[in-house]
């Protein structure tokens, strides 16, 4: 049984021979991009030097990931696994169906999480912030022969159809880069069918003893080193995603760890959270 999870950054990624736990993950694991929102939903203005961070900081996550698009799936396998690991976990606690569901997968990078589930939907749009990421991501669904209608990407939400609305939202490894989670997480919304399901998985913030001795100071932010392209270098609480998904309007909302990983012997932790567009919701 794998243990939960979060992530974790080492230049020499691979897999444990005989649990099959993640034991390192790459320089930076993430298999995509996103858009860092300049805005806040109760209408309030940001500040010109909030904004200013902001693209600062969203400039930098694309050069960052721009940069590792060059043969990112050969080099990063194990972002491989647990974008394997995620399919299977959503197959256990979703309906897919693949003659009728549609996804949405936000921040999509090379398409490792799409083309794990591209078995068993029917349909699948990435979007990544990432020029090159949506290159590969495209390059990679024309090699496995799918067409644009079946899986394609774009660089923005505003790309999309208008009208198009999607059974599943899925956002792996990102939402620890967005400053404003709650307004993305409310835009996601948007895009979801009545009784569709927004799915995030990341890293969990969890207090485990193994972190720290009695007396000793807390150990570092497993995302520390990464402040220019991070901003929840601790990763997420269950309290924080229930309370990021209840704002968002969603119901059933549910929090596990469903994969653990290594980063110089230290354990980390990878969350999925989902919760449910109510059907009476346009």
Do not use: W
Request: contains cysteine; hydrophobic residues 40%; charged residues 20%.
């Amino acid at each position: 049984m794998m243990s939960p999870s979060t992530t974790t950054y080492h230049p020499t990624p691979r897999l444990h021979p005989t649990t099959g736990t993640i034991t390192a993950l790459p320089t930076h694991p993430h298999t995509h991009n996103h858009h860092l929102h300049h805005h806040h939903c109760s209408g309030a203005p940001v500040p010109a030097a909030t904004i200013d961070a902001m693209q600062q900081l969203e400039a930098a996550n694309i050069a960052h990931f721009d940069a590792l698009s060059e043969d990112y799936d050969r080099r990063h396998p194990e972002a491989r696994e647990l974008a394997l690991r995620l399919a299977r976990a959503l197959r256990r606690v979703l309906p897919l169906d693949e003659d009728t569901t549609c996804v949405l997968d936000y921040a999509c990078g090379s398409g490792q999480v799409s083309r794990a589930l591209a078995p068993h939907v029917l349909r699948l749009v990435g979007v990544d912030i990432s020029p090159r990421m949506v290159e590969l991501y495209n390059a990679r669904a024309d090699a496995q022969g799918l067409e644009p209608h079946e899986m394609r990407a774009v660089g923005a939400l505003a790309e999309l159809d208008t009208q198009d609305r999607f059974d599943l939202v899925v956002c792996s490894m990102a939402y620890h880069h967005f400053v404003a989670v709650d307004d993305v997480s409310r835009e996601l919304v948007k895009y979801l069918k009545p009784g569709g399901t927004l799915a995030v998985a990341d890293i969990a913030h969890t207090e485990l003893p193994e972190d720290c001795d009695d007396g000793a100071p807390p150990p570092p932010p497993i995302m520390a080193g990464y402040e220019h392209i991070v901003t929840h270098t601790r990763g997420f609480s269950e309290e924080d995603i229930r309370g990021v998904f209840v704002g968002a309007g969603l119901e059933n909302v549910s929090f596990e760890l469903f994969t653990s990983a290594k980063r110089q012997g230290r354990d980390v932790h990878f969350f999925l959270g989902t919760g449910t567009k109510p059907a009476e919701v346009a």
